[in-house]
């Protein structure tokens, strides 16, 4: 599984919006890329995930340049309630879910009133 | 449709003891894998079992195991307890392999 570089911690306030970016240089052909929202004594949450180009959902953004060496999650006019730790994933779709999802240090977002 | 239950959700436990947790996954789904969380470690994965198959499995030792049942219910043990088992213990369940769901985990403390 490729592995990923994200930013420890970043800090915003509230109804800014924020980009997380995340580094994949060795992302193969057939990797998607998938983030994840986790608080505190929760497990993981399932936010996003995109191969190319731009996915949006209801939650949020996924912008992935045309060498998808990197993405960034962009979460629009943020709350406190998006305090929290996002991960980004890299690896294939494939039903197997082999090695499991490799979870990195991910990000912790900090949100100020 | 209900989540990923997990139990218990809290557990103690003294160095040397054995403990069984369960995982009862998304209706429909056959794979569930195991995760442990720690402050130090972050989330490291376990095992994956579908169809009642270990079908994957990380770099832990054998003290750590599991199974899955045919209704996709999941139980994993771990014998001999250390004090550095002290985590979260994650379970998540998918039809697919990227999207992960996850349960609300169960707290280990070995003491």
């Known amino acids: 599984l490729a592995k990923t570089t994200q930013p420890i911690s970043m800090d915003s306030y509230e109804g800014q919006e924020v980009n997380i970016t995340c580094s994949h240089n060795n992302i193969a052909t057939n990797d998607y890329i998938t983030w994840y929202q986790q608080f505190p004594s929760q497990g993981p949450r399932f936010i996003i995930q995109g191969y190319k180009t731009k996915v949006t959902n209801e939650v949020a953004s996924l912008f992935i340049p045309a060498d998808r060496k990197s993405s960034t999650l962009s979460l629009p006019r943020v709350s406190l309630s998006d305090t929290a730790v996002y991960y980004c994933?890299?690896?294939?779709?494939?039903?197997?879910?082999?090695?499991?999802?490799?979870f990195g240090k991910g990000t912790h977002l900090i949100i100020q009133p | 449709k209900a989540g990923v239950t997990q139990t218990p959700r809290y557990l103690i436990k003294t160095r040397g003891q054995q403990v069984t947790l369960s995982c009862s996954p998304i209706s429909g789904h056959r794979s569930v894998s195991w995760y442990q969380q720690t402050p130090g470690q972050g989330l490291q994965f376990l095992f994956e079992y579908f169809s009642e198959t270990q079908r994957n499995k990380g770099n832990f030792p054998g003290r750590f195991s599991g199974r899955q049942f045919s209704n996709s219910r999941s139980e994993m043990n771990v014998s001999t307890l250390e004090l550095g088992d002290s985590a979260l213990y994650l379970c998540?369940?998918?039809?697919?392999?990227?999207?992960?769901?996850f349960g609300p985990g169960t707290r280990l403390t070995v003491l």
């Open positions: 998540a369940s998918s039809l697919t392999g990227n999207e992960q769901f």
């Open positions: 994933l890299v690896g294939d779709d494939s039903g197997g879910g082999a090695d499991g999802l490799t």
